[in-house]
């Protein structure tokens, strides 16, 4: 089966080209600031086979904030219910086990699914970094969204 990625609306900016030592660079420093800085994890659908990944990055424990971000690549997985179930499930980690009190999140003003996503979790669009990001030949804006422990507790 042949299957599509979406370079129209990526789920981030993109990092083509990596030889095999810098993508083995980037996963180790991934994998040395998993559970201080990081928290990754994969996800998977029902039959084992991993689509995405889900984290909570940047943990500032003092301040008790951290942002989350997601990436499922392939049209196929997307609008299946798969990133809410993610970012809710990291969020609820966040908060809940984490004792995080702020949860922040950024995405391409073309992500219109991740928008959705953001604001079915609960988050707020708390600002607008304009024409952050150039991509596929133009400037985009950054969408800045949070959410705060209240928040996510009132909701439940």
């Known amino acids: 089966m042949d299957f599509e990625y979406d370079s129209e609306h990526p789920t981030e900016e993109f990092n083509i080209g990596h030889s095999w030592e810098k993508a083995d660079g980037w996963f180790d420093e991934i994998q040395k600031l998993q559970g201080s800085q990081n928290v990754r994890l994969g996800i998977f659908r029902k039959d084992g086979t991993v689509i995405g990944d889900v984290a909570l990055q940047d943990i500032d424990r003092f301040h008790r904030r951290c942002s989350v971000g997601i990436g499922i690549a392939k049209l196929e997985n997307r609008g299946k219910g798969y990133g809410r179930e993610a970012v809710l ?18 995405t391409l003003e073309c992500n219109k699914a991740m928008q959705k996503v953001l604001e079915l979790c609960g988050f707020l669009q708390e600002g607008c970094e304009r024409k952050a990001v150039y991509l596929n030949g133009g400037r985009q804006d950054r969408l800045c969204y949070g959410i705060l422990k209240e928040e996510y507790f009132a909701e439940k």
Do not use: C, S, V, W
């Open 89 to 106: 499930l990291m969020l609820d980690y966040g908060f809940r086990y984490l004792g995080m009190e702020r949860i922040t999140a950024n």
